[in-house]
């Protein structure tokens, strides 16, 4: 195995280019499954990567449960500073594991949370006016069913007083963009990479580059639907200047007041139809970077998959039976 272990814990770097440069020239649709379809498989490489560590550098400390066997010189001669490694690997992937948890409850409880808010009011509204002046709107996905309570499925909020600040054509799209979150499964590709960042750091831009993207596929539908592109852009500009965070962090909104990414979603709605093609055109910088991910995608899952077979053959002939 040798140094080549490690590289699933650096090749995330080889994402970051495309993440920057794939709204550019993708189908905000293609971008959001291509970004998240990296960041799962670099970080299950990550894991993989840290789990093998785990096993190869602490095989040796005093009362471990594993076979003695594997403490064989051999057996962490495979890779370089096995003990160093091995015991900050415990701690990684522990830590790893633990935010991974605390992300999934925190997911589950906001969106027990919201339906429950929305239990009150007519289970058949579409929308569910929540009775606020504050102005904000949000998708709430569906929940499957459980001994004793049925299966919920999305909705989605809005308060009176963002209904009340938009005109009839504007609410259209208003509803068109959160139905696309919901059809879509947005909060799936969000969930995704979130827990991929939680594994490996390298990759917490790709969260932010997708959750964008996400936004802008929601545009892209809201604006087909209604069948104005100006109309939608209207719609998202004026919700953003009068949004107040949702009252559950997490969901996802239709024009969040943060300043960064609504004026890029805006000019991007003014703009042409983007271009339905899977990959940017290759003599172009988000061609390279899109080539550079895949090589560096590919070589974490390689390099992966050999030092998994590596350490099996290795433990394995260290291994009495």
């Known amino acids: 195995m040798g140094v080549f272990v490690f590289l699933p814990l650096v090749l995330p770097l080889s994402a970051l280019p495309i993440a920057r440069l ?24 990550s894991t993989l990567c840290l789990g093998l560590l785990v096993v190869v550098g602490t095989a040796q400390l005093p009362g471990n449960p594993l076979p003695d066997g594997w403490s064989d010189p051999e057996v962490r001669a495979a ?136 936004e802008r596929w929601a545009d892209e539908e809201a604006a087909r639907a209604v069948g104005d592109r100006r109309l939608t852009a209207r719609a998202v500009g004026k919700a953003a200047l009068i949004s107040r965070p ?22 991007a709605l003014l703009g042409p139809v983007p271009s339905a093609r899977t990959w940017p055109p290759a003599l172009t910088p988000a061609g390279l970077a899109a080539l550079v991910a895949a090589a560096g995608t590919a070589a974490s899952a390689l390099s992966a998959l050999n030092a998994s077979v590596a350490l099996f053959l290795v433990l394995k002939a260290a291994t009495p039976w």
């Open 246 to 267: 949702a009252p559950y962090p997490g969901a996802v909104q239709f024009a969040s007041p943060e300043p960064g990414p609504v004026p890029r979603r805006v000019a």
């Open 79 to 214: 890779v370089p500073y096995a003990e160093v490694a091995g015991i900050a690997a415990i701690f990684v992937l522990s830590a790893a594991l633990v935010v991974c948890g605390t992300a999934l409850r925190r997911a589950h409880r906001i969106r027990e949370r919201a339906h429950r808010a929305l239990d009150v009011l007519p289970s058949g509204a579409d929308p569910a006016v929540l009775p606020d002046d504050t102005p904000y709107a949000y998708a709430v996905p569906g929940t499957p069913a459980r001994p004793g309570r049925p299966a919920r499925p999305g909705r989605i909020a809005v308060s009176r007083g963002m209904l009340g600040s938009l005109d009839g054509d504007e609410q259209r799209a208003l509803l068109a963009h959160e139905r696309a979150h919901l059809h879509c499964r947005h909060h799936r590709y969000l969930l995704a990479v979130r827990l991929a960042g939680c594994v490996n750091p390298l990759l917490l831009p790709l969260r932010s580059a997708v959750a964008f993207s996400a």
């Open 22 to 45: 794939a709204e550019q020239h993708l189908h905000p649709r293609v971008t959001t499954r291509l970004l998240t379809l990296l960041a799962v498989v670099l970080g299950v490489c």
